[in-house]
């Protein structure tokens, strides 16, 4: 269940009776659902191409993706805005999972130090990746008991990986944004509904009832960027995934609400290393 209108959402979850954790698929490809919840969760999804958006970070994932985040942590539904067929298995864990366990038995240390690291929100590559999304497949036809023991090998194997991404650097914008839940999710949403055309930073200003220089100071105190250079950035993160579902460059650059194909290839390698056309081509289109 979610709680809220028109800022970052409080999602309330709902544990069987007798369940440590919550297993499902959820499917809200057409929802921009800015959220968090003191539990923790692990996030699987098999798509083309999507939005990882997670604390202040935000990036592009292809093929599939696993995060795991920490409680309080807000993020983006990893489905939004996915055009093709997808699959997707998220974990959510009580805040007391494995109870005192977690904290005094030496064999469970690692968990706890994952635990910990995932406040920052963690995403996973390689083997690791490949050997975690099988297990997770396989929980839905164990029992409860076996599933749970799954679940502790799982987190195992997560905690002793080096395959892994720290996606924020401290906890201070997490914070932030937790402190002043209405502007940041009303920026955020602001900003997905408008990058594509024209957004303007008074307007955005005046949507938060903030004068627009105590707005710019504001937005760069939270995200460590200007508002430009946060809208640019996430144009050019929406620019990937088109490219990688397929678009050509000319319509991702007007899609993405550039009018100058040669600014949009000069934008898009200064913050890729690459120009739009070998990024598409190394995404095998």
Not at 142 to 165: F, H, V, Y
Request: proline letters at 4%.
């Amino acid at each position: 269940m979610i709680m809220g209108h028109g800022k970052i959402q409080l999602e309330s979850i709902p544990f069987e009776p007798g369940k440590s954790f919550r297993i499902f698929s959820p499917r809200l490809r057409n929802t921009f659902l800015w959220h968090y919840h003191p539990e923790f969760e692990l996030v699987y999804v098999e798509a083309d191409a999507g939005i990882r958006h997670v604390g202040t970070h935000i990036s592009t994932y292809t093929e599939n993706d696993l995060v795991f985040i920490g409680g309080n942590l807000p993020h983006l539904n990893f489905d939004y805005r996915l055009r093709s067929e997808y699959h997707q298995i998220v974990v959510q864990l009580r805040c007391d999972f494995l109870g005192t366990a977690l904290g005094l038995t030496p064999e469970l240390s690692d968990i706890a130090a994952l635990f910990k690291e995932g406040s920052y929100g963690i995403a996973f590559y390689g083997d690791t990746k490949q050997a975690v999304a099988g297990r997770l497949k396989e929980l839905s036809v164990l029992s409860p008991l076996d599933q749970l023991l799954q679940l502790i090998s799982i987190l195992q194997i997560l905690a002793g990986s080096a395959e892994r991404t720290m996606l924020n650097h401290d906890l201070e914008s997490r914070n932030f944004i937790l402190k002043d839940k209405i502007r940041m999710g009303a920026v955020y949403e602001y900003i997905d509904a408008h990058y594509h055309s024209d957004p303007d930073v008074n307007v955005v200003a005046r949507k938060v009832n903030l004068t627009t220089p105590a707005f710019c100071r504001y937005f760069k105190r939270q995200t460590h960027m200007t508002f430009t250079d946060f809208l640019n950035q996430y144009r050019i993160e929406r620019a990937k995934n088109l490219l990688m579902q397929g678009d050509n460059v000319s319509e991702t650059c007007y899609a993405v609400g550039l009018d100058s194909l040669s600014y949009f290839n000069k934008l898009f390698k200064a913050l890729t290393g690459e120009n739009p056309s070998d990024f598409r081509k190394r995404h095998n289109y």
